[in-house]
């Protein structure tokens, strides 16, 4: 079994900054990528930023400049450090993990930027 336990949302105002984790435990010998992805009710769950195990990251476009992604050394905790923050970037993030050829999904974690 696979467990994902993320932390980190709240209520920020814009401009504001927040810092997301999502650590995996369980039956994760294998494990690849990690990554963040967001959801607003009227949209798809969307890619944020990954990062492999080996440090390559890829982020949206909209985040560049603004999100960092990083790894721990034993590499089962992801972050997610969210900087300037934008009405827009409010949303549910989702953490999800590659492990042997399956993906798996935290539970989620709300974001509101909001004044």
């Known amino acids: 079994q696979v467990q994902l336990v993320e932390s980190g949302g709240g209520l920020v105002q814009p401009g504001g900054s927040l810092r997301l984790s999502c650590a995996a435990s369980g039956s994760i010998f294998g494990l690849t990528a990690m990554g963040w992805y967001r959801q607003t009710p009227a949209k798809q769950r969307d890619l944020v930023a990954s990062?492999?195990?080996?440090?390559?990251?890829i982020y949206a476009d909209s985040v560049k400049g603004r999100f960092t992604i990083s790894r721990d050394n034993p590499k089962t905790t992801v972050e997610l450090q969210m900087n300037s923050l934008k009405p827009e970037d409010t949303a549910v993030y989702y953490c999800k993990i590659y492990v042997r050829g399956r993906n798996y999904w935290g539970q989620g974690t709300q974001v509101t930027v909001s004044s």
């Open positions: 990062i492999t195990s080996s440090g390559s990251t």
